[in-house]
C-alpha cells in the first residue's frame, strides 16, 4: 500500500489478502500467544488473535497512507466450520 501514495488518488486498485487462519492444522501461532479464560480453547482462540493482529495491520496501512476513506473491505470465509466451528442453522 505504501508504494501507492506515489499513484494518482483517482487510479483504483484491488487487493485480495487471503489468510488461512482459523483452519486447520489447528496450532498456536509462533509467537504472541496468550491465556485464554477456561471457555475458550487457547490453541483456537489464538488462531483468532492472529487473523485480528493481520486485519489490523492491513487496515492501519490504509490509514497510513491516506486511503481508509475511500476502500471497501470485504470479509469471506471458505466451507465453514468443522470440529471447534458451528454454522448452526446454516449447512455447507
Known sequence: LERRVNVPKASP???YFSVQN???PYEL???GVQ???RMWDNVYA???VALDRAVKNVTD???RTGL???TLILFSSDNGGIN???NYPLRG
Open 13 to 15: 486498485f484491488f487487493i
Open 61 to 63: 496501512a490504509l490509514h
Open 46 to 48: 489464538n488462531m483468532l
Open 22 to 24: 482459523v483452519h486447520t
Open 68 to 70: 481508509w476513506g475511500d
Open 84 to 86: 471447534r466451528g458451528n
Open 29 to 31: 501461532p509462533p509467537n
Open 35 to 37: 491465556e485464554f479464560p
